[in-house]
């Protein structure tokens, strides 16, 4: 019989290795953050694949929580209260397709009941098999699902008391769960958050980034942060810097390629106001957006409008930086603050320009930043959205808190 007593770690699962740039591996990352900063024993759990040969004791003790690694700190942003436990996937997992030699069921049939199990109180993941494996296994669980699919929900899952609660971030999955089988009671609706490091000034790196990427002192800077794909509107913030060829436009972000593609297309098009500067890393980012005279979110129209979970928008708010953002149906809520000081038509560069000569003539950069963006974030902190999803939880269920 297990000791229920060594039952402490809150787990996150992701099945993706890390570090990558993909806005979703942020999410669970800084959620798992949040979970750890709150006090309680937190482990951050995902695939090590770099492993050429078998390692006879790392896979006869596979689960072992270490302290964070730096790189992912720097990548991510993180505290020094999570801990991790990079699962060790060597040849030939994930080298043939086959469920016998997936990393992710390798990590729900092998690891999880054998050795991640035994010191488990809570998991928490986006994905759907391990949330699975867990409940089989008698481990309470908490669901993210930000993404629609029209796979039904297994019924003796999302009926199982062991499963918490799920989470989603717009009202519109939240109804496409349902649909599909999650009952009601079990589904909340939460935003994601901002890292609490963000709030902090930086005024020193913020005025490196605007010498370094400023070729006039005099010049207006409006940044981008995010993923470098077409329906986020980097075509038409591509267009909006041709209309203003005076301005000098940053995108953060993007894979390798996409910011390849995109420096060759500036550079066909004969646009030399626009740079493209790869993934930042998450400690840097924060000054470059503070950097900025204006933060630009151009997502377009179309059915990714619906549901886009704003994740960059809170860090984006966090900065203090004047924001002009398109009218989407995901940000509709935030219409009736001040938190965005302009909103424009989405797939209509000209109107967007517009909005930016009229915020940059009518909001002066202010290197602390202004401060009713910044009040309006304190409450999307990935803390507090923490507390809430585990405010849900049965109190004999939750993991424990270090004291």
């Given amino acids: 019989m297990k000791n229920s007593t060594l039952k402490e770690h809150y787990i996150f699962f992701i099945g993706e290795e890390l570090p990558q740039p993909e806005a979703h591996l942020v999410q669970s990352t800084n959620a798992a953050n949040a979970a750890a900063n709150l006090g309680y024993s937190t482990v951050l759990v995902y695939p090590h694949k770099k492993a050429k040969v078998i390692n006879i004791a790392n896979i006869a003790r596979p689960f072992q929580p270490i302290k964070t690694p730096t790189e992912l700190v720097k990548y991510y942003n993180l505290h020094d209260k999570l801990k991790v436990a990079p699962l060790p996937m060597p040849w030939p997992i994930d080298h043939f397709r086959s469920k016998f030699t997936d990393s992710n069921t390798i990590a729900s049939k092998y690891y999880l009941p054998f050795h991640i199990l035994p010191t488990t ?16 296994n008698g481990v309470p669980a908490i669901y993210e699902h930000h993404h629609h699919e029209d796979k039904l929900f297994e019924p003796e899952i999302v009926t199982n008391p062991l499963l918490q609660i799920a989470v989603t971030v717009v009202d519109t999955i939240r109804e496409s769960m349902i649909k599909n089988g999650m009952p009601p009671e079990k589904v909340i609706r939460l935003h994601n958050g901002f890292n ?125 930086t004047p924001i002009v953002a398109t009218e989407i149906p995901s940000l509709v809520e935030f219409k009736d603050t001040q938190s965005i000081t302009a909103w424009c038509e989405p797939d209509n560069p000209s109107n967007f320009a517009e909005c930016l000569k009229q915020v940059l003539e009518t909001h002066p950069r202010k290197v602390e930043g202004y401060p009713d963006s910044i009040e309006f974030v304190k409450q999307f902190s990935w803390e507090n959205r923490a507390a809430k999803i585990l405010s849900y939880v049965d109190e004999s269920l939750l993991p424990s808190l270090i004291v």
């Fill in 121 to 136: 109180k809570l998991v928490h993941s986006r994905n759907w098999n391990f949330v699975k494996a867990a409940i089989k």
């Fill in 196 to 320: 609490r490091l963000f709030m902090q000034r930086q005024p020193e790196k913020a005025a490196e980034w605007r010498k370094k990427l400023l070729p006039d002192e005099n010049q207006k800077l409006v940044v981008y942060a995010g993923a470098l794909q077409q329906f986020k509107g980097i075509d038409v913030l591509i267009d909006v810097a041709n209309e203003m060829p005076n301005v000098q436009f940053a995108c953060a972000g993007g894979k390798p390629t996409e910011v390849e593609y995109y420096q060759q297309f500036v550079t066909k098009k004969q646009i030399h106001n626009i740079k493209f500067l790869g993934y930042v890393l998450h400690n840097e980012l924060a000054s470059l957006l503070q950097a900025a005279d204006v933060l630009a979110h151009p997502h377009c129209s179309g059915k990714a409008a619906t549901f886009t979970s704003p994740l960059k928008l809170f860090d984006y708010f966090a900065s203090g």
